[in-house]
């Protein structure tokens, strides 16, 4: 029988029991008793052993079945799960995906586990106290394998009510649906043009219908946090193993949903401030007790939705950032002078991590040190048209907040007129707008600012950061202004004219347009206008 067309589902399935398998290993370092995981864990490498077997992938259903045997003797405590036995599970576990890449991609040579599979028969855990402390695990808790519960469960998603789709059929139905809301809004714009009502009904009902279309192509979009974060407790683990510190690691809010082409940019951003939180931010067991604070340190990520918008906070009980340490290093390494460094706010002295270049480690590491991580990741979040604040305390620990769209593909924008350009703000991105008059106005230049409700909002010419002409303030005339803001920092951009709110479907800009920071994208509307969307972070 020809197996071969069942080889994409098996890899699917195979990766989804791979990433639980790492994830279940390190939750079992922390809580080595928890009867649960351990149960789950064998049966996923059960489950494997089973896929493979079928598919006739010998090399993988050995290894798996290896794995499964080992911790088969955990479920029936003949010893207990030690980070000596972890260790050889993760290996295990790394050797799997290699040959089930190798599987998925058809061509490569695949991996030899003879070696591996001899340690894991083999194995036999060190006499160590903890050997010698009693059992506590009682007869009712255990799961034998002829009891119905232990057996590998098929999941309720496994029905014919749901079907895989290609990634690349849902990117082209995002795209086709968005040319519908534009050629929408081409009908509608014609349709005032003319005279009569004849067509109002039908483009009503041809709008909702677009929204409900929108609606569900993006909901087929949508996946939770957790797709992302499946590597991260391995990855905090290894690197805390590896420089002997003791870091305890939690994700809250897995379950939230994001577009899955945001998942897929935001993912290595993270992945690049997990490890400075545990090179640069974590201290040494030792050096934590000489400052007061408990042994091991803890980094957590948490992930909550916001109207439209999600945040992802990533943070430590580590050191802190040190304002007066930070802007030494730029001034050494020719960030920024002497007199910008007066000038700099504490939160925009923090956000000098983010520069180019810049590096607060004394040597460049396999980890850490090239002054290419932070900027990786202000740059990736601001392509998403999101934003990135920092926020830390000496001794204390830092936060790093990632304000993120849903989607980047069909938006609610606020329109502007800009000089002689039409500009969009994401609706996510503005607090509120506001219309002053030059009364409302003190200073002038790039030193404005107006009161408003009770506190001071800096104030900054959209048409002068575009590099459009600036007409002069007349007394009389109200100017608008889109206030937007991040953490601590509040700005009123004053336009000329606000056109209103509509539904764009963004696209990428190409060169050079592409590598102007405050720009993340463009679009047409129903009267064939372009207008490009702004990042307003750029111009906090």
């Given at each position: 029988?020809?197996?071969?067309?069942?080889?994409?589902?098996?890899?699917?399935?195979?990766?989804?029991?791979?990433?639980?398998?790492?994830?279940?290993?390190?939750?079992?370092?922390?809580?080595?008793?928890?009867?649960?995981?351990?149960?789950?864990?064998?049966?996923?490498?059960?489950?494997?052993?089973?896929?493979?077997?079928?598919?006739?992938?010998?090399?993988?259903?050995?290894?798996?079945?290896?794995?499964?045997?080992?911790?088969?003797?955990?479920?029936?405590?003949?010893?207990?799960?030690?980070?000596?036995?972890?260790?050889?599970?993760?290996?295990?576990?790394?050797?799997?995906?290699?040959?089930?890449?190798?599987?998925?991609?058809?061509?490569?040579?695949?991996?030899?586990?003879?070696?591996?599979?001899?340690?894991?028969?083999?194995?036999?855990?060190?006499?160590?106290?903890?050997?010698?402390?009693?059992?506590?695990?009682?007869?009712?808790?255990?799961?034998?394998?002829?009891?119905?519960?232990?057996?590998?469960?098929?999941?309720?998603?496994?029905?014919?009510?749901?079907?895989?789709?290609?990634?690349?059929?849902?990117?082209?139905?995002?795209?086709?649906?968005g040319e519908l809301i534009t050629t929408r809004y081409r009908l509608t714009d014609q349709a005032r043009r003319h005279a009569g009502t004849a067509l109002d009904e039908p483009l009503h009902q041809l709008s909702s219908l677009l929204r409900e279309l929108r609606d569900e192509v993006f909901q087929a979009r949508m996946l939770p946090f957790v797709v992302a974060a499946e590597r991260f407790p391995r990855l905090v683990r290894d690197l805390a193993r590896k420089q002997g510190k003791e870091i305890s690691f939690q994700i809250t809010g897995k379950e939230i949903e994001l577009d899955r082409g945001i998942l897929e940019e935001i993912t290595e951003p993270l992945v690049h401030i997990l490890r400075n939180a545990v090179d640069h931010g974590m201290e040494?067991?030792?050096?934590?007790?000489?400052?007061?604070?408990?042994?091991?340190?803890?980094?957590?990520?948490?992930?909550?939705?916001?109207?439209?918008?999600?945040?992802?906070?990533?943070?430590?009980?580590?050191?802190?950032?040190?304002?007066?340490?930070?802007?030494?290093?730029?001034?050494?390494?020719?960030?920024?002078?002497?007199?910008?460094?007066?000038?700099?706010?504490?939160?925009?002295?923090?956000?000098?991590?983010?520069?180019?270049?810049?590096?607060?480690?004394?040597?460049?590491?396999?980890?850490?040190?090239?002054?290419?991580?932070?900027?990786?990741?202000?740059?990736?979040?601001?392509?998403?048209?999101?934003?990135?604040?920092?926020?830390?305390?000496?001794?204390?620990?830092?936060?790093?907040?990632?304000?993120?769209?849903?989607?980047?593909?069909?938006?609610?924008?606020?329109?502007?007129?800009?000089?002689?350009?039409?500009?969009?703000?994401?609706?996510?991105?503005?607090?509120?707008?506001?219309?002053?008059?030059?009364?409302?106005?003190?200073?002038?230049?790039?030193?404005?600012?107006?009161?408003?409700?009770?506190?001071?909002?800096?104030?900054?010419?959209?048409?002068?950061?575009?590099?459009?002409?600036?007409?002069?303030?007349?007394?009389?005339?109200?100017?608008?202004?889109?206030?937007?803001?991040?953490?601590?920092?509040?700005?009123?951009?004053?336009?000329?004219?606000?056109?209103?709110?509509?539904?764009?479907?963004?696209?990428?800009?190409?060169?050079?347009?592409?590598?102007?920071?405050?720009?993340?994208?463009?679009?047409?509307?129903?009267?064939?206008?372009?207008?490009?969307?702004?990042?307003?972070?750029?111009?906090?």
């Amino acid at each position: 029988m020809d197996m071969s067309q069942y080889r994409d589902l098996f890899v699917s399935e195979a990766r989804g029991h791979l990433s639980a398998f790492a994830e279940l290993i390190v939750r079992l370092e922390e809580n080595s008793a928890d009867r649960e995981a351990i149960d789950e864990l064998f049966r996923h490498a059960h489950s494997l052993k089973g896929m493979a077997s079928t598919m006739q992938f010998d090399a993988v259903t050995g290894l798996a079945h290896r794995m499964e045997d080992l911790l088969s003797r955990v479920r029936s405590d003949e010893f207990a799960f030690v980070p000596d036995l972890a260790d050889l599970l993760l290996e295990g576990s790394d050797m799997l995906a290699d040959m089930v890449s190798v599987i998925e991609n058809g061509e490569g040579v695949q991996p030899d586990p003879a070696a591996l599979m001899e340690s894991l028969g083999a194995f036999t855990p060190g006499q160590s106290a903890d050997d010698d402390k009693p059992n506590t695990i009682r007869d009712s808790d255990r799961a034998p394998a002829d009891l119905p519960g232990s057996q590998p469960q098929f999941r309720k998603s496994d029905t014919f009510k749901s079907v895989r789709v290609k990634t690349e059929t849902l990117d082209r139905l995002v795209g086709i649906t968005g040319e519908l809301i534009t050629t929408r809004y081409r009908l509608t714009d014609q349709a005032r043009r003319h005279a009569g009502t004849a067509l109002d009904e039908p483009l009503h009902q041809l709008s909702s219908l677009l929204r409900e279309l929108r609606d569900e192509v993006f909901q087929a979009r949508m996946l939770p946090f957790v797709v992302a974060a499946e590597r991260f407790p391995r990855l905090v683990r290894d690197l805390a193993r590896k420089q002997g510190k003791e870091i305890s690691f939690q994700i809250t809010g897995k379950e939230i949903e994001l577009d899955r082409g945001i998942l897929e940019e935001i993912t290595e951003p993270l992945v690049h401030i997990l490890r400075n939180a545990v090179d640069h931010g974590m201290e040494t067991p030792d050096d934590r007790v000489a400052a007061g604070k408990p042994h091991g340190g803890s980094i957590t990520i948490s992930v909550k939705r916001d109207k439209d918008h999600v945040d992802i906070v990533v943070a430590d009980d580590g050191r802190g950032m040190d304002p007066a340490r930070l802007r030494e290093k730029a001034i050494e390494k020719g960030v920024i002078t002497p007199g910008q460094a007066a000038l700099l706010s504490p939160q925009a002295t923090l956000m000098l991590v983010c520069a180019p270049g810049f590096s607060t480690a004394d040597q460049v590491s396999d980890v850490s040190g090239r002054g290419v991580g932070m900027d990786a990741v202000r740059t990736a979040v601001h392509a998403l048209g999101g934003a990135l604040a920092i926020e830390s305390d000496i001794g204390r620990g830092s936060r790093f907040i990632l304000r993120l769209p849903l989607s980047v593909s069909i938006i609610h924008a606020l329109l502007v007129n800009s000089s002689n350009m039409t500009i969009a703000f994401p609706v996510s991105a503005v607090s509120r707008t506001i219309e002053l008059r030059r009364s409302d106005i003190h200073g002038e230049g790039d030193r404005m600012s107006c009161s408003y409700e009770g506190r001071t909002i800096l104030l900054k010419s959209l048409n002068l950061l575009l590099g459009q002409t600036v007409a002069p303030l007349e007394d009389n005339v109200l100017v608008p202004a889109v206030v937007t803001e991040f953490g601590e920092v509040t700005v009123g951009l004053m336009t000329d004219r606000l056109l209103g709110q509509q539904e764009i479907f963004v696209k990428p800009l190409g060169a050079p347009l592409a590598n102007m920071k405050i720009l993340s994208g463009g679009a047409i509307t129903g009267d064939g206008r372009i207008v490009f969307v702004v990042d307003a972070s750029a111009f906090i």
